[in-house]
């Protein structure tokens, strides 16, 4: 059974750091596309970044780019979300999503597995 699981969320200041992690178990993390995402309280879930199986393609969502990075680290089958200059708007649940094979899309549907969240709460 495949289970993404998600770590790392808490409460920062505006304007500082905080790095959130996802752990895949159960399948080939190193054929797989990794996403995160975020959804605020009301609001649809959106797309923040994604990095390739390979880990050649990367995206970001206009609103992170300079200040999110994402990262893979395939012996721990770990991926990483760095965030810097955090501002109350990212304040989120932020989810990790795999895609076997996928090329890093923006696009929700495309990732089949889903870890259950972490809370990212950014104070002004």
């Known amino acids: 059974q495949v289970q993404v699981e998600e770590s790392g969320g808490g409460l920062v200041q505006a304007g500082g750091s905080l790095r959130v992690s996802c752990v895949v178990s159960?399948?080939?993390?190193?054929?797989?596309?990794m996403g995160w995402f975020r959804q605020a309280p009301g609001k649809e879930r959106d797309f923040v970044a994604a990095?390739?199986?390979?880990?050649?393609?990367?995206k970001y969502a206009d609103s992170v780019k300079g200040r999110f990075t994402i990262s893979r680290d395939n012996p721990k089958n770990t991926v990483h979300l760095q965030m810097n200059s955090l501002k109350p708007e990212d304040t989120a649940v932020y989810y990790c999503a795999a895609d076997q094979w996928g090329s890093g899309s923006d696009r929700i549907y495309e990732y089949e597995t889903w870890g259950q969240g972490t809370q990212v709460t950014v104070s002004s």
């Open positions: 159960g399948r080939t993390f190193s054929t797989s596309a």
């Open positions: 990095i390739s199986w390979y880990g050649g393609s990367i």
